[in-house]
């Protein structure tokens, strides 16, 4: 038997290892990396990219974890945007500019110790909802022919930011309305939603240009009533590279895609996400993108309400 004095010190002892381990438990080092109190943080900083290709300063880029705004920041003159001192967690990113559709980013799944650097934040689609009703110019698009002007269509609101859009019209029976984008592009992805306005009258076309070089030289794809065409007129020749039978209606919205990538030699064509069709590059090796609409019919009218007008530049525009 062990006398008192032994069973005391034993006692002592056992309360002591527990008091140690206590105490550990509390001072445990925070080394799990998704741990938010780990004292190591993570840095994440991005580019934002006006058109995917210029660096933008001034566009405001928001830290979100949860949908609560954790951090804020604004593009400095390089498009820099910077995080430091990140918790470990879950986040998604925000980019917002004037005139540009807001742009998300994520989830990116962010530890402790996590360094990103220069992730790209693209801002290319025009919504025209920061535009001044009636103005006959929006940013970043130049009128060259027919009538231009910031105009209301509120119907469909979930084919189109509502309610402004960017409406031309032409009246005459030769030429077309013609809007082109500031930018010249050898390698794009260029979309454009549009609905011809139910006050057209007679026969209509609408759609993009693309490789503009001046009136008598561009390609176009539009749409018609009963098809879809892509031509290019070579010194005030049109020359027709394919065609098929489609119906379009007005009042309806239809999105039109244009995209060259470097490492493919032709345009892919899209309507509604369905592919139409490739066009060999081969005719002009640049030029300017814009939007088109016209009317063949002597005292008609066509007016075409373009929106969300996305152009994204670049040799692998994503
Ligand atoms: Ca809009
Ligand atoms: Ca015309």
Redesign the pocket.
């Known amino acids: 038997m062990l006398p008192n004095y032994r069973i005391r010190k034993l006692g002592a002892c056992a309360l002591c290892v527990i008091m140690l381990s206590i105490t550990a438990c509390l001072d445990a080092p925070r080394d799990n990396i998704w741990d938010p109190d780990n004292p190591d943080k993570a840095y994440f900083s991005l580019i934002v990219r006006e058109l995917g290709y210029y660096e933008m300063p001034g566009a405001v880029v928001d830290l979100l974890r949860d949908g609560v705004i954790i951090k804020s920041d604004t593009s400095d003159e390089n498009g820099v945007v910077a995080f430091a001192d990140i918790d470990p967690g879950i986040y998604d990113f925000r980019g917002e500019a004037t005139y540009y559709a807001a742009v998300d980013l994520g989830p990116e799944s962010l530890c402790a110790g996590a360094y990103v650097v220069d992730q790209p934040l693209d801002l290319c689609t025009l919504?025209?909802?920061d535009e001044v009703l009636g103005m006959g110019s929006a940013h970043g698009l130049v009128p060259m022919s027919g009538t231009w002007s910031i105009a209301q269509d509120d119907r469909c609101p979930d084919a189109?930011?509502?309610?402004?859009?960017y409406q031309g019209m032409d009246h005459d029976t030769g030429g077309s309305a013609l809007s082109y984008c500031e930018t010249e592009a050898q390698y794009f992805v260029f979309e454009v939603k549009l609905s011809v306005d139910t006050s057209t009258m007679g026969d209509w076309e609408a759609g993009v240009v693309f490789r503009y070089q001046d009136e008598s030289n561009y390609c176009k794809l539009v749409i018609t009533p009963d098809t879809v065409t892509c031509y290019c007129l070579i010194n005030g020749q049109k020359t027709e590279l394919r065609a098929m039978a489609r119906e379009s209606v007005a009042g309806a919205w239809y999105t039109i895609r244009v995209e060259r990538r470097q490492y493919e030699a032709f345009f892919r064509t899209a309507i509604d996400n369905s592919v139409f069709f490739g066009i060999y590059d081969t005719v002009f090796s640049g030029g300017l993108l814009g939007l088109t609409a016209s009317n063949y019919d002597n005292g008609g009218t066509a007016a075409v309400n373009f929106?969300?007008v996305t152009l994204c530049l670049g040799s692998n525009p994503r």
């Open positions: 919504p025209f909802e189109h930011s509502t309610p402004q859009v929106d969300d």
